[in-house]
């Protein structure tokens, strides 16, 4: 199972800039992958994500986390949609996997 929520809760994802944070409107939920699932692997994938200014992501960038973990969060970013802004911004993201 995977869960989501803001960064100071026990599992979740965070979105933040350098800047102020911009807001996600459309958040997909990662599959969690079943090799990870039968490993009991839990673990946390931070990345970076540059948004552009019509709130799709550009590029994401891998800035930690188990490589069977990486896929599906990655898989799901490229889905997220943040808020409409005037210019491109970085955004971080970290996805945390549990399987319970």
Known sequence: ?????PLPAMAQDSSQTSEAARK???????????LARSM?????????????PDGL???I????GNPVLVQAAEKALHEWKWEPATHATSEAVDLRFDPR
Do not use: A, D, I
């Not at 199972?1 to 929520?5: A, E, I």
């Not at 996600?24 to 079943?34: A, D, E, G, I, L």
């Not at 960038?61 to 930690?64: F, K, M, N």
């Open 61 to 64: 960038q891998v800035r930690g």
């Open 24 to 34: 996600v409107v459309t958040r997909v939920t990662p599959q969690y992958p079943s």
């Open 57 to 59: 992501p550009k590029s």
């Open 1 to 5: 199972m995977l869960m989501c929520g």
């Open 40 to 52: 009991n692997l839990r673990g946390t994938v931070k990345m970076v994500v540059q948004v552009e």
